[in-house]
């Protein structure tokens, strides 16, 4: 951490607590996340995607019936205004980044709906129900295709892969899309949870709040960067070549994908999750040489970090796993990060609820570094700020 022990400075705000919550634990030392109450390991991978949302929304395990409830909610809300599918129509024909489409469309995507209907609890559902569509029509369009109209019928991570492919998924996919999002739903007070935070606690609106933290998340520092990982991968190609690939790259001096964290100081548990989820993907429906050889690379690389940067505990993260996990899915690299957000984008919501409910403005102090004591009078005539 790196303080001033004078005024308070903290840079980057590490260590610093800022916000209360019941929504997520991370414990660093012992590789805990908790969940509403819950391990992550117990929840992630057996929930549906709705009752997670129902646990962290409401803090406790959904009924059958509310389940359905919210699935409706979703289902009611998941089309889009024809005026949001020409904003991207637009921005894929300057082919420009599924992240910046999200952004875009992000902040119109209450455009069709009167302001009397934008109830915080509507828009919550309205946000959650429309960025999978707004990810899955933007790829299509991306590709040259139609966008495919939402099916009612499917449940919320079921409907996102139907609307990338046209095809209704299998349960091995279902399941292992669930409990990706399950698993990335909620991490603490994370830079794009913050954002979302800041800007609702201005009494601003869930809109602008979700916007600005997909803002944040689309940064490569915490959006982060599955798809180098799975490059990695790919370029050692067989498990006999790991050694040799992982050790010159740490001899050039170079960062392996996918390992080390700021937090976790034992392996990352949503590794663990993800590992379990990919295995049981690929054993199902998948190339399970891949899923082995990913194993080789990961032993060996949390091998050759001990022996090149020994006492820094550098184990496998989320990215790692997450990457096996979307490939397995069929998803392609450029759709790891919108992913991400059709996860994450519920722990935004409740996050912003949450400090909508403490009535408290956040606003930091600033160290004030500059000169002191100038004098306008003296100031040099050739600098004038008269306009001649
Ligand atoms: N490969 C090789 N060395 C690594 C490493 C990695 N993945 N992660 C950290 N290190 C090394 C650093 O080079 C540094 O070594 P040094 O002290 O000899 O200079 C030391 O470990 C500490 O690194 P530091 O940058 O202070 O750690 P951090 O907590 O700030 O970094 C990450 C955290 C995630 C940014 C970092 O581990 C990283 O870059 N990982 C690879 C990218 C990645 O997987 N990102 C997704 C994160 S979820």
Redesign the pocket.
């Known amino acids: 951490m790196t303080t001033n022990p004078n005024n308070g400075f903290v840079s980057g705000l590490e260590g610093v607590v800022a916000a209360q919550t019941r929504l997520s634990h991370v414990d660093g030392q012992r590789g805990e996340l908790i969940l509403a109450g819950y391990a992550l390991e117990e929840v992630a991978p057996t929930l549906s995607f709705e009752a997670m949302v129902h646990l962290l929304w409401h803090d406790r395990l959904p009924t059958s019936v509310e389940v359905i409830h919210l699935h409706s909610e979703l289902a009611r809300w998941r089309a889009l205004p024809p005026a949001l599918l020409d904003l991207l129509q637009s921005a894929a024909r300057t082919n420009r980044p599924a992240m910046d489409a999200l952004r875009m469309a992000a902040g119109a995507i209450d455009l069709d709906l009167p302001a009397s209907a934008l109830d915080d609890g509507t828009l919550g559902h309205v946000l959650l129900a429309r960025i999978p569509t707004v990810v899955a029509a933007y790829w299509r369009l991306q590709q040259g295709a139609a966008p495919i109209a939402p099916d009612p019928a499917l449940g919320h991570a079921a409907n996102y892969l139907y609307m990338l492919t046209g095809s209704v998924p299998n349960a091995a996919r279902v399941r292992g899309l669930e409990t990706y999002l399950n698993t990335v739903i909620d991490h603490g007070l994370n830079a794009s949870t913050f954002t979302a935070r800041v800007i609702i606690a201005t009494h601003s609106d869930l809109v602008s709040a979700i916007t600005g933290a997909i803002g944040a998340l689309k940064g490569p520092l915490h959006g ?2 599955p798809g180098p ?1 799975l490059d990695m991968v790919f370029a050692i190609g067989e498990a006999a070549r790991a050694e040799a690939y992982l050790r010159a790259k ?1 001899e050039a001096g ?9 937090i976790y100081k034992v392996r ?1 548990p949503r590794a663990e999750v993800l590992a379990a989820a990919a295995r049981d993907l690929y054993a199902a429906d998948g190339d399970m040489a891949l899923y082995t050889l990913a194993g080789a690379v990961e032993e060996t690389a949390v091998r050759l ?1 001990a022996e ?2 020994p006492g ?1 505990n ?1 184990q496998t ?3 790692f796993y997450t990457a096996l996990l979307l490939h397995g899915l069929a998803l392609p690299t450029d759709l790891f990060a919108p992913t991400f957000a059709v996860g994450r984008v519920a722990g935004w919501i409740g996050h912003a609820w949450e400090q909508i409910a403490t009535g408290r403005l956040i606003r930091p102090a600033s160290q004030y570094i500059g000169a002191r004591g100038r004098s306008y009078e003296h100031a040099d005539a050739d600098r004038s700020h008269a306009l001649s």
């Open positions: 982060g960067a990982a740490l170079e960062r392996l994908m996918g390992f080390g964290h700021r990352d970090l090149f940067k820094r550098l993260n989320v990215e």
